[in-house]
């Protein structure tokens, strides 16, 4: 079984050996950086699995470092804020972030989170129709290469992203509630989910659409849900 590599980024010591902790006891291999700029700067040398990535940081705060390595990487991030306020955690999620989790945290919650994200980007692409290649009117998803492309050019999305757009592909005309979208793709309770979805679904149609304001594709079915035009 590979082992799992996991970047620990934060400017507190004590955090970040704490989490290695946590990590190391779940077979996992840990590599460190205090802000963003050393983050990046371990990502050009070793392959990383997932990212733990704090917000208020010097040098490179989280924010920007988010926005600096979905440039070209897909590799899932889970921020980490001492914040409360929802601004912050929408925020991190609006500028590629998967997750978030806001300090102090539960060492089971946060074991929790970061299996589940692995599991969606190293076995990405498991619901029913595996070797399918759907379109819808140039909107294509190709699900053994784990991309969708738009008249023939790939779009880059994030891997949940990804999974709402396979959800809504593979089941193109069906109206999927938030909660029912959060919970197929999280694989958890839905539970205040509501920012959570809007946030990554308004990035799928800032990629997907060529007036994100009137979506062709992906379409709001007010009170109910969204979904994915045939």
Known sequence: ME???V????DDKEIREGIEIYLKNEGMKVIKAN???EAIDQLNEHEVHLILL????PELDGIQTTFKIREDRNIPIIILSAK??????VLGLQVGADDYITKPFNPLELIARVNSQL????????????NNIID??????????????LNGESIQLTPIEYKIAELLMLHAGRVFSIAEIYEKVWKEPSYNAENTVAVHIRKIREKIEIEPKSPRYLKVVWGIGYKMEK
């Open 3 to 5: 082992q799992y590599v």
């Open 119 to 130: 599991r969606r980007y190293v076995k990405l692409g498991h619901y029913e129709g595996k």
């Open 136 to 149: 819808l009117n140039g909107l294509t998803l190709h699900q053994e290469a784990k991309e969708v492309a």
């Open 84 to 89: 409360t306020e929802d601004t912050d955690k």
């Open 7 to 10: 970047l620990v980024v934060d």
């Open 54 to 57: 704090d917000i208020m940081m």
């Open 35 to 37: 802000n963003g700029k």
